[in-house]
Every structure is written in structure tokens, then in C-alpha cells.
């Protein structure tokens, strides 16, 4: 059987700690929560693993879920479940770049473990809307293009592929999750002009039905995807040149 390759994208761990906040006259349960050891909210409304919305901020007057601030959208990704802030779905909403919130992706088979309660299975699927949001948010300004590995000599900076992949992505065409990923993808880092000196890692190939993509850094999303847009995005001469030919 041919080994491929495993989704590059780590888990991260959620735990909390429920306490009793008090007012004059009466009590409501809010939630110290950490994701990956760090403190995330102090007074997080209590969650189920099949909300498909938490509230990250739980109002401190009342204790009544929906009246605090900071909503994130909770979603379904093939066996990971991520949390996104709400505000991003609705493309209307601007936010730069260089302050986005944190996209969290938990392990499907851990999430309802850590919450103790629900069941995921009825939280609603990422739709292909909201992929192709999520990525075009998280996608990189072509500006910001340091370096690209492996080297290009058509583009040094990967500024000319940050470019082309978001004008594609951003016009009409499918992009949908693929069952099969390819045997032997690429891997494509860029360096950004940012502090910490992140990378964009992104892998390609081709499968059976053609080329597929998996965005693991900048942006981050859990799966392989196919579709025309995914194939235009990277039917490129520089990459075409990097994937190996023959078999997929």
C-alpha cells in the first residue's frame, strides 16, 4: 500500500475549570479555559461539544449565554473540529492581517472527551463557503513575500504565488475536500515579513482526480482539497516543474 502523507496540522489540547461567580444576590457557572497550556478566557460561558458556537467572553452581570462577547463558530472538518472567530465568515467584516485571530483545530476523537458532554457528530460541516473565506483571510498579502522554498527563479520572494493563488481563489469555481490524497506531494514554504519570521507551508500534488493542495501554515486548514480552483491556483509552470511526473 502506498504511504501518504498525514495531515501536518497539530491538535491543540483544551482544558478548563469551572467556578461559581458570584454577584449580591445570586451565582451563574463560567469557565477558566486553556488551549495548549495557554489561559484563553478567564470567564468563558460552559460549552457542550455540540455547540455549534461558544462564547469566549461569558457576560459577568447576568451569566445568560449569548450576552457576552468574542463568538466563535464551531465546525466539522472530516476528523478534526475547529473553532473560528465569527466574525470572519461574514466577508463584509474587515480585519488586517497582521491582527487576526487564532483558527483552533481540535482531534474529533478527543474534543468530546474534553468537554465531557454532547457530541460533535451534530456539529454542521465547514461549508465550501466558508473554506474558501477562511482561506483568503489567512492567506498572506503578496507584499509580505520573503523567499520561497524550493527556490524559483521566475519568482525569488513566492510574492508572484501568493498573488495568483489568492486572485483565483478569490473568483467562482468548486473547492471541495478530497478522500485521496496524493503519494508524493510537495512541500512549498515562503517566508513572511513578520515578527517571528513565520512561514506559509502549503503541500501539492496530484491524485487520481488531479491536483490537490493542503494548507498546513498561513493559512491553516486541516485537509486535502481539490476542485478547478485548487488546479488553476497551482497548474503552474514553477510548480508543475517540482511535482514528480509519471505517477501521482
Given at each position: 500500500?502506498?504511504?501518504?502523507?498525514?495531515?501536518?496540522?497539530?491538535?491543540?489540547?483544551?482544558?478548563?475549570?469551572?467556578?461559581?461567580?458570584?454577584?449580591?444576590?445570586?451565582?451563574?457557572?463560567?469557565?477558566?479555559?486553556?488551549?495548549?497550556?495557554?489561559?484563553?478566557?478567564?470567564?468563558?460561558?460552559?460549552?457542550?461539544?455540540?455547540?455549534?458556537?461558544?462564547?469566549?467572553?461569558?457576560?459577568?452581570?447576568c451569566g445568560v449565554a449569548g450576552d457576552g462577547t468574542g463568538f466563535y463558530a464551531v465546525r466539522r472538518?472530516?476528523?478534526?473540529?475547529?473553532?473560528?472567530y465569527e466574525e470572519l465568515l461574514d466577508f463584509e467584516t474587515v480585519r488586517e492581517f497582521e491582527n487576526?485571530?487564532?483558527?483552533?483545530?481540535?482531534?474529533?476523537?478527543?474534543?468530546?472527551?474534553?468537554?465531557?458532554?454532547?457530541?460533535?457528530?451534530?456539529?454542521?460541516?465547514?461549508?465550501?463557503?466558508?473554506?474558501?473565506?477562511?482561506?483568503?483571510?489567512?492567506?498572506?498579502?503578496?507584499?509580505?513575500?520573503?523567499?520561497?522554498?524550493?527556490?524559483?527563479?521566475?519568482?525569488?520572494?513566492?510574492?508572484?504565488?501568493?498573488?495568483?493563488?489568492?486572485?483565483?481563489?478569490?473568483?467562482?469555481?468548486?473547492?471541495?475536500?478530497?478522500?485521496?490524497?496524493?503519494?508524493?506531494?510537495?512541500?512549498?514554504?515562503?517566508?513572511?515579513d513578520l515578527p517571528g519570521a513565520p512561514e506559509c507551508c502549503w503541500f501539492v500534488g496530484k491524485n487520481?482526480?488531479?491536483?490537490?493542495?493542503?494548507?498546513?501554515?498561513?493559512?491553516?486548514?486541516?485537509?486535502?482539497?481539490?476542485?478547478?480552483?485548487?488546479?488553476?491556483?497551482?497548474?503552474?509552470?514553477?510548480?508543475?516543474?517540482?511535482?514528480?511526473?509519471?505517477?501521482?
Amino acid at each position: 500500500m502506498p504511504e501518504f502523507l498525514a495531515i501536518p496540522i497539530k491538535s491543540s489540547s483544551l482544558t478548563y475549570e469551572p467556578y461559581q461567580f458570584s454577584g449580591e444576590s445570586y451565582f451563574f457557572w463560567l469557565w477558566r479555559v486553556e488551549i495548549d497550556g495557554e489561559v484563553f478566557s478567564k470567564t468563558m460561558s460552559p460549552i457542550q461539544a455540540s455547540d455549534a458556537r461558544v462564547e469566549r467572553y461569558g457576560c459577568t452581570n447576568c451569566g445568560v449565554a449569548g450576552d457576552g462577547t468574542g463568538f466563535y463558530a464551531v465546525r466539522r472538518l472530516g476528523g478534526r473540529v475547529v473553532w473560528i472567530y465569527e466574525e470572519l465568515l461574514d466577508f463584509e467584516t474587515v480585519r488586517e492581517f497582521e491582527n487576526l485571530p487564532e483558527f483552533f483545530v481540535f482531534d474529533r476523537n478527543d474534543y468530546g472527551a474534553m468537554l465531557g458532554a454532547g457530541s460533535d457528530a451534530e456539529l454542521p460541516e465547514l461549508t465550501m463557503s466558508e473554506m474558501r473565506t477562511l482561506i483568503l483571510r489567512y492567506l498572506p498579502p503578496a507584499s509580505l513575500g520573503l523567499y520561497i522554498n524550493p527556490e524559483c527563479p521566475y519568482d525569488p520572494s513566492g510574492s508572484a504565488l501568493l498573488k495568483h493563488v489568492h486572485l483565483v481563489l478569490s473568483g467562482s469555481g468548486d473547492i471541495t475536500p478530497v478522500s485521496e490524497p496524493p503519494e508524493r506531494p510537495i512541500e512549498i514554504r515562503i517566508g513572511l515579513d513578520l515578527p517571528g519570521a513565520p512561514e506559509c507551508c502549503w503541500f501539492v500534488g496530484k491524485n487520481d482526480a488531479g491536483t490537490c493542495a493542503m494548507f498546513a501554515a498561513f493559512p491553516k486548514l486541516p485537509c486535502w482539497l481539490g476542485g478547478q480552483q485548487i488546479a488553476t491556483a497551482f497548474d503552474t509552470p514553477g510548480i508543475e516543474r517540482l511535482l514528480p511526473q509519471g505517477e501521482n
